[in-house]
């Protein structure tokens, strides 16, 4: 039971109902199946984002290029659509997802084999991506009128009463689930966040590790990219400006932690819900747009307060361990 109370996708669960309950209190319809169901559909990407944005982090790195890449992989799509509108649209996807992982890969390679921080890597591509989309595109729009319908409708179908968009969340964070749970790959994620010295006694390649991490995020940015595009319908240089701090944010509520080797998937899934929920609530109940941005900021502040507590009871909680060993 206290394990139970400790957890906490648990407490971010309460927060999320406690949310809803206060709102439907002043506007019972907020916590309809349709409203909701809306939101979870709303916040579909940001959840894809953070778990890819997880996977990088728990190797105590960090990809803020993920809306950059996003950004590009969405004009190039939007543009291939334009000029060559009969290519059929899952193989649209699936170039989408190379060219993220390939863009993530160039970001793993630089830490990889040159050794550069990640924050710096990434802060550098951030700019570089996202001045390609510019340059490809000539600083022109591709709007609704230039895509093909199928490009457009796709995610706007459902399948057994939920959004396409919604499903391609859940099978995506099943993904990742089963990763980071049940494959070598996943465990080594975990084990270089702990302690990348003990790691490499263990046969682990830190580096390469890192490495297919940034892939991993690569790709899902990616993906996101086509669905970005298609559902707001307009591709630019604008697109996703200055939404990888979000990303972030839903890691570090969702209890990811900064110095890596913590986290989980549904932590992360609850951190995006919690984020969605709040910012779907607000306006709602009039809240300005400015203090939106203070409460979103306060509840991050207060997400990293709270995961370092942790962390401090967990090492001290080590350390009495080590010494009745001793």
């Known amino acids: 039971m206290n394990r139970v109370l400790k957890s906490r996708e648990v407490w971010l669960g309460l927060a999320i109902l406690a949310v809803l309950v206060l709102v439907t209190l002043r506007f019972p319809r907020f916590s309809q199946p349709s409203n909701l169901l809306t939101i979870f559909n709303d916040t579909s990407i940001l959840m894809m984002l953070a778990l890819g944005q997880m996977a990088v982090i728990l190797t105590r790195s960090i990809d803020l290029s993920m809306a950059s890449?996003?950004?590009?992989?969405?004009?190039?799509?939007?543009?291939?659509?334009?000029?060559?509108?009969?290519?059929?649209?899952?193989?649209?996807?699936?170039?989408?997802?190379?060219?993220?992982?390939?863009?993530?890969?160039?970001?793993?390679?630089?830490?990889?084999?040159?050794?550069?921080?990640?924050?710096?890597?990434?802060?550098?591509?951030?700019?570089?991506f996202r001045g390609l989309v510019f340059v490809i595109s000539g600083g022109a729009?591709?709007?609704?009128?230039?895509?093909?319908?199928?490009?457009?409708?796709?995610?706007?179908?459902?399948?057994?009463?939920?959004?396409?968009?919604?499903?391609?969340?859940?099978?995506?964070?099943?993904?990742?689930?089963?990763?980071?749970?049940?494959?070598?790959?996943?465990?080594?994620?975990?084990a270089i966040g702990v302690n990348p010295t003990a790691s490499v006694y263990?046969?682990?390649?830190?580096?390469?590790?890192?490495?297919?991490?940034?892939?991993?995020?690569?790709?899902?940015?990616?993906?996101?990219?086509?669905?970005?595009?298609?559902?707001?319908?307009?591709?630019?240089?604008?697109?996703?400006?200055?939404?990888?701090?979000?990303?972030?944010?839903?890691?570090?509520?969702?209890?990811?932690?900064?110095?890596?080797?913590?986290?989980?998937?549904?932590?992360?899934?609850?951190?995006?819900?919690?984020?969605?929920?709040?910012?779907?609530a607000l306006p709602v109940i009039g809240v300005s747009p400015f203090w939106q941005m203070a409460i979103s900021g306060a509840a991050i502040l207060l997400a990293v307060v709270l995961n370092a507590s942790s962390e401090r009871t967990k090492g001290r909680i080590i350390l009495k361990k080590a010494e009745v060993a001793a």
């Open 69 to 128: 890449n996003l950004a590009l992989t969405g004009m190039v799509v939007a543009m291939t659509n334009a000029a060559f509108p009969f290519i059929p649209i899952p193989l649209l996807i699936a170039g989408c997802i190379v060219v993220g992982a390939g863009l993530g890969a160039f970001n793993g390679i630089l830490v990889w084999k040159l050794d550069i921080p990640p924050i710096v890597v990434t802060l550098g591509t951030l700019t570089i």
């Open 141 to 190: 729009w591709v709007n609704a009128a230039q895509m093909s319908t199928d490009f457009i409708q796709l995610q706007r179908g459902s399948f057994l009463g939920l959004p396409i968009l919604s499903w391609f969340a859940i099978v995506v964070a099943a993904l990742v689930y089963v990763l980071m749970t049940r494959t070598a790959w996943g465990r080594a994620f975990y």
């Open 202 to 280: 263990t046969g682990i390649d830190v580096g390469r590790t890192k490495f297919l991490a940034f892939v991993l995020s690569g790709a899902i940015s990616g993906l996101c990219g086509y669905l970005w595009i298609s559902r707001y319908v307009i591709a630019s240089v604008e697109v996703a400006s200055g939404y990888e701090l979000t990303i972030v944010a839903a890691c570090v509520i969702g209890g990811v932690s900064i110095a890596g080797g913590i986290g989980t998937v549904g932590g992360a899934l609850l951190g995006a819900l919690f984020l969605g929920v709040v910012n779907n």
